[in-house]
């Protein structure tokens, strides 16, 4: 089983000619209303790869509230421990321009009152893997952590967004999963960590202990990734696909991850898997919607 204890979002998709600057109104082309939330996309790549899922969290009173738990719910994820609290949903306000560029402000809403006695009465057993992001209260992943290592159970923190993490806390993870920008991060390199991240250095990093959990991943977009596994670095090369959004690649990742552990694959196959499932998702639109199923991902790696 996998259980998810994270974000979940209403992602509002405007697309417009152009950016508007401060002050200005630009007309929009489309507008649409997408389920979202790191947590959330997880969950359901999670689910749609084969493992039973629960969407710990939650989400406001409001009219997204109930449009994310009845999409959630038309995902089969187990709802048992999804609140419903007073105010806004999360809620996430998407500018796209005629280019691509795009412009985010994400309100936390709900999200932010998912606390640490969230997991409180879950049943959680050795065989079961936790996925957490970085879009809940800090205090609610470490609790959650330490609820995982008492009871057995596997704990993968994917730290998105990056914020900074005491290393008493990466290392009691299981897995630590982060793209290239938040590896810079994690490791405080340089002034411009996106730029003065090669994968090389990256490799360099893995092997000299870097990231602190005792497995880490770093994801390298079409690259693929590196991973450290129990002190040995290995390489998973991205599979070749058109990509046309890779919105949610990460999530698609970290949920198809989470999945494949917990039928007990071993982790570089588990890699392999979640490396084909993301190389999948971003073939197509939108974070939910592209999330491959488990036939869809044992095809393509068949292929
Ligand atoms: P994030 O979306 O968190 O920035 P990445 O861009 O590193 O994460 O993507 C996560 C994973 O998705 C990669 O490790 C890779 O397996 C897959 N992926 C992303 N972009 C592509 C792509 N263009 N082609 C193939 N696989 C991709």
Redesign the pocket.
Known sequence: RVVVVGSVNMDVLTRCVRMPRPGETVPGRSVSLLPGGKGANQAVAARRAGAATSMVGAVGDDDFGRILRDFLDSEHLDLGRLAAVPGASGTAVILVDGSGENAITIVPGANDRVLPNSLDGIPLTPGDILLLQGEIPEATNIAAIARAREAGAVTVLNL?PYRPTPPDVLRDVDYLVV??TEFANVTGVGADPAAAMTSDRVEGLLADGAGVAPNVVV????E??LARLDGTVLRVP????T?VD?T???D??CGAFGAALARSEEPEQALRY??AA??L??RSHGAGPSMPTDAAINHFLGS
């Open positions: 998105a793209n290239e994801t390298l977009g079409a693929g990734l991205g599979f070749p696909v990509a890779t949610g690649a990460g698609c990742f979640a490396s993301a190389a998702s971003v």
